[in-house]
């Protein structure tokens, strides 16, 4: 038992990741990643290089050295680059390099032969750039014009798309908008950043995963990757049914954990309400923190009222008669107070007030709206349209 236990520690350890500023003779790394590798040298990995890179230390710390600056320069890394080091066990290191507009320096470009030709395992190439934060970024932040260029498509801008972010399996949606400036992730970013006790210390990688779906990891001000031990296989185990949902154009449904009555996950396939084709046909929704349902309109809809999953509206409390206020902005004063109640035990419709929230949000058949649950009874309301 002891031996399994060394071996899963040893696993975790291969995932951490540090960011760091470059710098040219010499790279400063924390103190943990240099434990780690343990020995003298590492054998660090960037686009087709490999060198032996000696591991020092004085009164500072520890730091790459001997091997460092040919490295770089082979690599063709600059001032102003950032880098994201990664440890994969035996003092063997992979390093991304993020341009002075802070994208991955392959953005726009095909990935290596190499990684072109792995392994159909291997994770894919995805773009991805750093946030480093300040004051008005912890409101709105300006996402890099580079990455809208070749990674946000037009539909989505046009259409004023939400982002969905995926942070060890906790998803939060922000609003995007655009003006003369660019691109900006706004309404719902704060609370995110809230939410997760991100603050201006703690630099971000966000990797764009398709269907306008991030996920994100979040370093600490020594550059070490928070909680990097537990954040791949959270992320991994999210990431494919978020790539499907909210935001897919082809909606499919997304995999649903509940509680059984003792208080365990019924397996898929089990019978129960979610796998009645009446309530797969137009929606998606997650019930875990934060939970969300997402409705394509239609003429039923738009007309007599919005019918949402019973056991949908059971996971969040929602089981009798209320007002449910909608809000399209959380920054806006401007709501509309819906009635909802139960429907013949199979759903649960809010009728009155959806017909004047339509009308005055020029609701159209096709369009999709996704309600995120800030509280039972208090939604944001992210429309997209078709």
Same mark, same amino acid.
């Given at each position: %038992?002891?031996?399994?236990?060394?071996?899963?520690?040893?696993?975790?350890?291969?995932?951490?990741?540090?960011?760091?500023?470059?710098?040219?003779?010499?790279?400063? *790394?924390?103190?943990?990643? &240099?434990?780690?590798?343990?020995?003298?040298?590492?054998?660090?990995?960037?686009?087709?290089?490999?060198?032996?890179?000696?591991?020092?230390?004085?009164?500072?710390?520890?730091?790459?050295?001997?091997?460092?600056?040919?490295?770089?320069? &082979?690599?063709? $890394?600059? @001032?102003?680059?950032?880098?994201?080091?990664?440890?994969?066990?035996?003092?063997?290191? +992979?390093?991304?390099?993020?341009?002075?507009?802070?994208?991955?320096?392959?953005?726009?470009? =095909?990935?290596?032969?190499?990684?072109?030709?792995?392994?159909?395992?291997?994770?894919?190439?995805? =773009?991805?750039? *750093?946030?480093?934060?300040?004051?008005?970024?912890?409101?709105?932040?300006?996402? =890099?014009?580079?990455?809208?260029?070749?990674? !946000?498509?037009?539909?989505?801008?046009?259409?004023?798309?939400? &982002?969905?972010?995926?942070?060890?399996?906790?998803?939060?949606?922000?609003?995007?908008?655009?003006?003369?400036?660019?691109?900006?992730?706004?309404?719902?970013?704060?609370?995110?950043?809230?939410?997760?006790? !991100? +603050?201006? $210390?703690?630099?971000?990688?966000?990797?764009?995963?398709? #269907? %306008?779906?991030? +996920?994100?990891? $979040?370093?600490?001000?020594?550059?070490?990757?928070?909680?990097?031990?537990?954040?791949?296989? &959270? %992320?991994?185990? #999210?990431?494919?049914?978020?790539?499907?949902?909210?935001?897919?154009?082809?909606?499919?449904?997304?995999?649903?954990?509940?509680?059984?009555?003792?208080?365990?996950?019924? @397996?898929?396939?089990?019978?129960?309400?979610? #796998?009645?084709?009446?309530?797969?046909? #137009?929606?998606?929704?997650?019930?875990?923190?934060?939970?969300?349902?997402?409705?394509?309109?239609?003429?039923?809809?738009?007309?007599?009222?919005?019918?949402?999953?019973?056991?949908?509206?059971?996971?969040?409390?929602?089981?009798? =008669?209320? +007002?449910?206020?909608?809000?399209?902005?959380?920054?806006?004063?401007?709501?509309?107070?819906?009635?909802?109640?139960?429907?013949?035990?199979?759903?649960?419709?809010?009728?009155?007030?959806?017909?004047?929230?339509?009308?005055?949000?020029?609701?159209?058949?096709?369009?999709?709206?996704?309600?995120?649950?800030?509280?039972?009874?208090?939604?944001?309301? $992210?429309? !997209?349209?078709?």
């Amino acid at each position: %038992m002891a031996s399994s236990g060394n071996s899963a520690a040893a696993a975790a350890r291969k995932h951490l990741r540090v960011l760091l500023p470059f710098s040219c003779d010499s790279l400063r *790394i924390p103190e943990e990643m &240099a434990g780690e590798i343990g020995a003298g040298e590492a054998r660090i990995v960037g686009r087709l290089k490999v060198r032996g890179v000696e591991v020092a230390r004085d009164g500072g710390g520890a730091f790459l050295r001997r091997g460092w600056p040919e490295f770089a320069d &082979a690599c063709g $890394v600059s @001032p102003g680059c950032s880098l994201v080091l990664r440890h994969h066990g035996g003092g063997v290191l +992979t390093v991304k390099v993020f341009d002075a507009s802070c994208c991955l320096r392959e953005l726009g470009s =095909p990935p290596p032969a190499s990684e072109a030709t792995a392994s159909s395992k291997a994770a894919p190439w995805k =773009p991805q750039f *750093i946030c480093i934060l300040s004051p008005d970024s912890m409101e709105n932040l300006l996402v =890099p014009a580079k990455f809208v260029q070749h990674c !946000i498509p037009k539909e989505h801008l046009n259409n004023r798309a939400a &982002a969905t972010f995926d942070l060890l399996g906790k998803i939060s949606q922000v609003e995007l908008e655009m003006n003369q400036s660019g691109v900006f992730f706004t309404s719902g970013w704060s609370q995110f950043l809230a939410f997760h006790s !991100i +603050t201006e $210390v703690n630099p971000l990688l966000l990797r764009y995963e398709s #269907n %306008m779906v991030f +996920t994100v990891k $979040v370093f600490e001000c020594d550059g070490c990757q928070r909680g990097s031990k537990h954040n791949d296989i &959270a %992320m991994q185990q #999210n990431v494919e049914e978020l790539q499907e949902a909210p935001f897919a154009s082809n909606l499919k449904r997304c995999k649903i954990e509940l509680p059984s009555s003792e208080g365990e996950k019924i @397996p898929e396939g089990s019978k129960n309400p979610l #796998n009645k084709p009446s309530l797969q046909r #137009n929606s998606v929704y997650k019930i875990r923190p934060p939970a969300w349902i997402q409705k394509h309109m239609n003429a039923s809809t738009l007309k007599k009222g919005l019918a949402l999953a019973k056991v949908f509206c059971d996971a969040i409390g929602l089981c009798k =008669p209320c +007002t449910i206020t909608l809000k399209t902005s959380i920054s806006s004063t401007e709501s509309w107070p819906v009635c909802g109640h139960p429907n013949k035990e199979k759903s649960y419709l809010l009728v009155k007030g959806w017909n004047t929230f339509c009308q005055e949000n020029s609701l159209k058949q096709r369009d999709i709206c996704t309600f995120s649950v800030i509280e039972t009874t208090l939604w944001h309301v $992210v429309i !997209i349209r078709c």
